[in-house]
């Protein structure tokens, strides 16, 4: 049985940073691309960040680029998602997803996902 599941999230004020971690159980994860997802009341889901297997690639969404950090240890079966300059607009639930993946590239759809965890509030106040 494939878990996945995310830790780091809490109330933060604008400017501050946060770690998340997304520990996988039930597949290895050095064979999987993995990505972060966050929804806020009211909208759909949107990409944040997703990395291939190796770590060697990763890609972002504009609205994070350069403040977030997508990253991973296949040792712990960890992905991570280091979060810096948080603003408001990035208050929502941030959820991690894997997928069999061998290549460089790392998807950004959602729907191309097939394990997700339940999810960590992030909320950052101005």
């Known amino acids: 049985q494939v878990q996945l599941v995310e830790s780091g999230g809490g109330l933060v004020q604008a400017g501050g940073s946060l770690r998340l971690s997304c520990v996988v159980s039930?597949?290895?994860?050095?064979?999987?691309?993995a990505g972060w997802f966050r929804q806020a009341p009211g909208k759909e889901r949107e990409f944040v960040a997703s990395?291939?297997?190796?770590?060697?690639?990763?890609f972002y969404a504009d609205s994070v680029k350069g403040r977030f950090t997508i990253s991973r240890d296949n040792a712990k079966n960890t992905v991570y998602l280091q979060m810096n300059g948080l603003k408001p607009e990035d208050t929502a639930v941030y959820s991690c997803a894997s997928k069999p993946a061998w290549t460089a590239w790392a998807p950004r759809g959602a729907t191309e996902y097939d394990y997700w965890g339940q999810g960590t509030q992030v909320t950052v106040s101005s």
């Open positions: 039930g597949h290895t994860l050095s064979t999987y691309a």
């Open positions: 990395i291939n297997w190796s770590g060697g690639s990763a």
